[in-house]
């Protein structure tokens, strides 16, 4: 475990999240944070400095911190920070680190027995989550999925047996495609929800099944998206449909211990009963 410096000189690292849509969601701590802050670190300077604007901020320096430049900007800002100064590191939108860029940064200053400290705020995820009608008990946050290939093929079939609450964000010109695979794999009367420009002028929310938000919903949809899908009911997987799964991996040219992990994984089904089920198939003549 690391222990937080507590040298009274050193400068302190800041995530401030900062509003997905309503600027009067920027809390007043933010707004002190940013303006005393040495260095605000972002994703982008020009929607930054343009967020800075019309919020009648004034940043001392902007330093591009970025999902290719999150980790060679950290000297800079661990430089910063020994020296007694804060840096405040912000996102597009939303709170940093939340499928944004950040937590690599939070690491390395951490690491090097830096302080870390948080200004919480707007998250599309946990707002999404609120909105959606669906249980708030347990939940798992996937983000963006894969665009395509075998590793979008399973996250997605992942979610078929997944029994918390889900949140994803989608780009709206593969949303009705998601929405319909999503209603192929996990059930087209799955609960969801399709939350769209949250806090902003044209927020939408639209809550039913899977099959009738895939209905509903075009790729020429606008904004930004956040789906939420209910959790799996509690059913037994039948070993027929465990040795169909193993049949498509292994006619697929993949190795039975690799079909044996993709199938447990993506069936919610214990690995043992798997392997015993994989070595009746591949011992059967």
């Known amino acids: 475990m690391n222990e937080i410096s507590e040298t009274p000189d050193q400068g302190t690292l800041y995530l401030v999240a900062t509003p997905i849509g309503n600027l009067g969601d920027m809390s007043e701590r933010a707004r002190e944070v940013i303006e005393q802050a040495a260095i605000v670190a972002c994703e982008d300077t020009r929607r930054t400095g343009r967020l800075l604007e019309l919020l009648q901020l004034r940043a001392r320096r902007l330093l591009v911190a970025n ?8 000297s800079t800002v661990i430089e910063v920070l020994v020296q007694g ?4 590191l912000v996102t597009d939108a939303g709170t940093p680190a939340i499928s944004d860029p950040g937590q690599h940064l939070v690491r390395y200053v951490l ?3 830096c302080q870390v400290s948080v200004v919480p705020g707007p998250t599309a995820a946990v707002a999404a989550l609120v909105l959606s009608g669906l249980p708030t008990s347990r939940w798992v946050m996937e983000g963006f999925l ?5 590793e ?9 047996v997944e029994k918390r609450t889900t949140v994803l964000f989608e780009s709206p010109r593969r949303l009705k495609t998601t929405l319909q695979e999503l209603a192929d794999l996990c059930g087209a009367d799955r609960p969801a929800a399709v939350m769209r420009e949250l806090t ?6 639209v809550r039913g099944s899977l099959g009738e938000l895939a209905a509903r919903f075009s790729n020429q949809v606008k904004g930004e998206i956040v789906v939420v899908i209910g959790g799996a009911a509690d059913v037994t997987v039948d070993d027929d449909v465990v040795v169909s799964a ?4 292994l006619e697929s040219g993949t190795t039975r211990r690799a079909a044996i992990d993709h199938t447990s994984a993506t ?3 214990a690995r043992n009963r798997v392997y015993a089920l994989a070595l009746e198939l591949t011992d059967d003549p």
Do not use: I, M, Q, Y
């Open 152 to 160: 979008r093929d399973t996250r997605l079939a992942s979610l078929a």
């Open 246 to 249: 193993l049949r498509k991996e």
């Open 67 to 74: 999902e290719h430049t999150e980790l060679s900007v950290a």
């Open 111 to 113: 690491d090097a027995g």
């Open 200 to 205: 902003k002028l044209h927020e939408e929310g």
């Open 146 to 150: 894969p665009r395509k290939g075998k």
């Open 267 to 269: 069936l919610g089904v």
């Open 85 to 88: 100064l804060d840096v405040a």
